[in-house]
């Protein structure tokens, strides 16, 4: 019989491995998942994965060593298609919140000491998008079970991926959560971008900005506005960049830039 | 239009007896201190000392999403399943005037079955209010409700004088009627105007309505607008607490398995940065200085020149809502060039300091 199903793969680099995970969990539509494609590579749950020709691979994680970068670009050359999956591959994640390289070099020191990496060597964190194109983006921590059926579902009837452009003060709104940020709390909810329910101000914690930047935020603003809420400079920038990775810097540089 | 005494002690008596079959919806308070319009399940959840809750009672007519069709590939099949039948009880004179603005919405070119439908299922009971220092009603003439109900409860001290304002009201009452005592006293008249007189004199803030047509006009290239811009999150809040907004976008949501889809309907608002995205990626309103323009045109003066009344009946949401400060009370200030104590003044001048 000849399969026409599409070929897809699962491909983890360095990270949690929770978006993958958030796939195993879908356990109402995961068999249809998986008679809908062909999985040719999952490593968490499957064995006798190959590594043949891709119509599409979604890669969780972010690229911390020089072995992941080939592996990386290997993936690239047989997919159609590249899915960023999730705020590690998209952005970088927590592990790449230390923008300053010498920063980077200095933690590794302390971490590591003098050891030699004789297996791959290590490079500072980077969003996947740094080493090669990315056709589709889904961030999350992990991504949202609903985005990424959403998602699915479309790439399989042929139809474009939908785009999620709002903030998580409009799901939080929804949720009728008093605004944490008005409250005088550090919480990011303007500056990210919407798919994980407001499920931190929902328990009333202040958003963590783990989606990401929302496009169109308005970090400024939000900036002196906290400033104004007596929050330190340093206090601000630390937490907007906790998940942000490299891609807060250019709103930094901006900021910077400001006459204070 | 017919009105009546009812004993407090009556209260919940009388709506458990009429809300059989039917959701009864009210407000209730959240932890930490907010209100929100829910179902109620067991009567000590409502909450009547309350100002305003944090999303306006359209959610109870189209929630923030909900199924319009399922479509397969040779029909649509209509989904009508957000209609069922409902009370709001609670509601104070603002909220009941934007229904009505949402009734004039929603039937004016093109009646719209899915608000429609939920509008007709749904009785209207009203409550008095005391303002605090965010409410503008008096100033939107929101503040007396004269129509759009089915019954209204006027609190008093130990009774509600409660007024009648539709036949489907006047049917509710007939289910207690040892309930209702028709002997209005001198007595209960002047307590209610002494009452009248003392909520009047309790409102701290007034916006001249009347001006603003004229001031948008003239200040439609205002440097304000530039400012407003700068300082605003663009996080679409103000439009999503917002009773008179109405703006939605549709989207699918195919099924995985079988060759169909959901044809599904959000809220969207204005001041969002997709809002004004069109096919190809193009966004004709992309600065959110012209998107708040959209959005106080609306409010301040489109509505206005077309209906003869505000769309904004002075609610309060937006100023308790806006982390930035950019609501109707500081928005119509500045255009009344008066000075304003916002965010978003402070921040115009801290950046170009």
């Given at each position: 019989m000849k399969n026409d199903k599409l070929k897809i793969g699962f491909y983890e680099l360095t990270g949690c491995a929770g978006d993958c995970l958030l796939v195993t969990d879908c356990e109402m539509e995961l068999i249809d998942i998986f008679n809908a494609v062909d999985i040719q590579s999952f490593a968490m749950v499957m064995s006798n994965n190959t590594d043949g020709e891709l119509d599409l691979a979604l890669v969780e994680g972010s690229v911390t060593t020089e072995k992941e970068i080939e592996e990386l670009k290997d993936i690239r050359k047989r997919a159609k298609a590249v899915v960023a999956f999730g705020t590690c591959a998209v952005l970088?994640?927590?592990?790449?919140?230390?923008?300053?390289p010498k920063e980077w070099e200095k933690n590794l020191k302390i971490v590591y000491g003098n050891t030699e990496f004789t297996h791959t060597k290590p490079v500072q964190s980077k969003p996947i998008d740094a080493f090669i194109d990315v056709d589709f983006y889904l961030p999350g921590c992990p991504v949202s079970k609903e985005q990424f059926l959403n998602f699915f579902t479309r790439i399989l009837k042929g139809n474009p991926p939908e785009h999620y452009?709002?903030?998580?003060c409009v799901t939080c709104k929804y949720n009728e959560n008093d605004c944490l940020l008005k409250k005088g709390?550090?919480?990011l909810g303007p500056l990210t971008a919407d798919g994980c329910g407001s499920i931190c101000p929902n328990h009333n914690i202040p958003c963590?900005?783990?989606?990401g930047p929302v496009e169109g935020a308005n970090v400024t603003s939000e900036f002196y506005l906290l400033k104004e809420k007596g929050f330190s400079v340093d206090e601000i920038k630390k937490k907007m960049a906790n998940f942000s990775g490299t891609k807060i810097t250019d709103y930094f540089q901006q900021l910077d830039k400001e006459p204070k | 239009m017919r009105i009546f005494k009812l004993k407090k002690e009556y209260l919940f008596p009388f709506l458990e007896s009429i809300s059989e079959g039917a959701d009864l919806w009210a407000p209730t308070k959240k932890p930490e201190g907010k209100h929100s319009f829910q179902i109620i399940?067991?009567?000590?959840?409502?909450?009547?000392?309350?100002?305003?809750?944090?999303?306006?009672?359209?959610k109870i007519f189209l929630p923030p999403s909900f199924n319009m069709f399922k479509a397969t590939e040779k029909k649509y099949e209509a989904d009508f399943s957000h209609v069922t039948e409902k009370i709001i009880f609670g509601l104070h004179p603002c909220d009941i005037h934007a229904i009505l603005i949402m009734d004039q919405f929603y039937k004016h070119?093109?009646?719209d079955p899915y608000y429609i439908e939920a509008r007709n299922n749904t009785l209207i009971l009203g409550h008095s209010c005391w303002p605090d220092e965010h409410c503008l009603c008096k100033s939107a003439g929101?503040?007396?409700?004269?129509?759009?109900?089915?019954l209204f409860f006027s609190e008093l001290e130990k009774e509600y004088l409660v007024w009648i304002g539709s036949s489907k009201g006047d049917d509710l009452i007939r289910r207690k009627p040892?309930?209702?005592?028709?002997?209005?006293?001198d007595k209960d008249i002047q307590k209610y105007i002494e009452w009248r007189e003392e909520k009047d004199k309790a409102f701290s803030v007034s916006i001249d309505f009347k001006n603003m047509p004229d001031l948008m006009e003239l200040k439609y290239q205002d440097p304000l607008w530039e400012k407003l811009g700068q300082a605003c999150?663009?996080?679409?809040s103000c439009s999503n607490v917002c009773p008179t907004c109405n703006c939605y976008n549709i989207n699918d949501k195919p099924f995985l398995t079988e060759n169909a889809s959901h044809i599904s309907r959000c809220w969207d608002a204005?001041?969002?940065?997709?809002?004004?995205e069109v096919a190809g990626g193009?966004?004709?309103?992309?600065a959110r200085s012209l998107r708040l323009k959209l959005y106080y045109t609306h409010k301040l003066q489109a509505y206005i020149s077309k209906?003869?009344?505000?769309?904004?009946?002075?609610?309060g949401r937006c100023i308790e809502t806006c982390p930035v400060d950019i609501n109707i009370k500081t928005v119509a200030q500045s255009l009344d060039n008066e000075t304003v104590d916002a965010f978003w003044d402070r921040f115009a001048k801290e950046v170009t300091k």
């Open positions: 970088g994640g927590v592990q790449a919140r230390f923008i300053d452009p709002n903030p998580v709390e550090l919480c963590n900005g783990c989606w | 399940k067991d009567f000590s959840q409502i909450d009547l000392d309350y100002t305003r809750t944090i999303l306006p009672p359209r070119h093109y009646n929101t503040d007396i409700i004269e129509e759009g109900y089915d040892d309930f209702f005592d028709e002997n209005i006293t999150l663009a996080c679409g204005c001041t969002l940065e997709s809002y004004s193009e966004n004709f309103r992309e209906y003869g009344k505000p769309a904004c009946v002075g609610c």
